[in-house]
Nanobody, 124 residues
Framework: QVQLVESGGGLVQAGGSLRLSCVAS????????MGWFRQAPGKERDFVAR????????YYKESVKGRFTISRDNAKDTVYLQMNSLKPEDTAVYYC?????????????????WGQGTQVTVSS
């Protein structure tokens, strides 16, 4: 059973920073893609960032490039999302995801595992 547990969300003023953590457990994640998604009120869940577990490649949503950084610590089975220069439009529930097939876009739903989400609120 794959488990993803997020932490690090909270309330921050615009321009501030937060670091989200996601601890993965339940199996070996060496071939998995790991990512962060977010869902704002009244909107669909949206891709934010992705990192390949076994390599350094990273990918970002255009609007967070230069402000957010995804990283991982394989020894701790943990993925991070460092968020700087936060804006009110970054307010959302942030979800950690693990893609068993190595990708998310177009992947079968049963190949992607999700955490419970952590709330990030950015005040103006």
């Amino acid at each position: 059973q794959v488990q993803l547990v997020e932490s690090g969300g909270g309330l921050v003023q615009a321009g501030g920073s937060l670091r989200l953590s996601c601890v993965a457990s339940g199996r070996t994640f060496k071939s998995y893609a790991m990512g962060w998604f977010r869902q704002a009120p009244g909107k669909e869940r949206d891709f934010v960032a992705r990192i390949d577990w076994s390599g350094p490649a990273t990918y970002y949503k255009e609007s967070v490039k230069g402000r957010f950084t995804i990283s991982r610590d394989n020894a701790k089975d943990t993925v991070y999302l460092q968020m700087n220069s936060l804006k009110p439009e970054d307010t959302a529930v942030y979800y950690c995801a693990a893609g068993r097939l190595g990708y998310f876009s177009g992947a079968p739903p049963n190949s992607v595992y999700w955490g419970q989400g952590t709330q990030v609120t950015v005040s103006s």
